[in-house]
């Protein structure tokens, strides 16, 4: 069992004001696995640049020099992303869409399944219990 320690306890990440959020079920649905590299990163800067709806209106040439694309790459990625239905997009405007839920819902979410040995999150817990899943 592997026990987690902070290895920076000075660095510990805070809430900003200004948060946005990278949900856990991209990897664990598999979500971007037929995305490349380029794909993860224009994902992750719209999700990062977009406000509480997930909307940005970063141009392509911007978000090329911020991820060191070019436009052709950042089409590219686009396009996958579009496929994968992860976003939406009408020039100039990028929306992080919500993801889908996993077939069967909830329940086949990875993140709500008993991890033996490992810590887990107490919401996971809570939604188990009152959804008369095993604690």
């Known amino acids: 069992m592997i026990i987690k320690r902070l290895l920076r306890p000075d660095r510990v990440r805070q809430v900003p004001e200004s948060f946005s959020w990278v949900d856990h079920r991209l990897v664990r649905q598999n979500c971007l696995a037929r995305c490349d590299c380029h794909a993860w990163a224009l994902y992750l800067f719209v999700t990062v640049v977009g406000d ?8 392509d040439a911007s978000i090329g020099r911020h991820l060191k694309l070019d436009l052709a790459q950042v089409a590219a990625a686009r396009q996958q992303l579009l496929a994968a239905g992860l976003i939406a997009y009408q020039k100039p405007i ?17 993140s709500t399944a008993p991890r033996s040995g ?18």
């Open 94 to 110: 990028y929306q992080v869409l919500a993801l889908p839920q996993a077939p069967g819902g909830e329940s086949s979410d990875l």
């Open 118 to 135: 490992q810590p887990q999150c107490a919401g996971d817990i809570l939604r188990r219990v009152l959804t008369g899943g095993a604690a």
């Open 52 to 59: 509480v709806q997930g909307l940005s209106f970063y141009c």
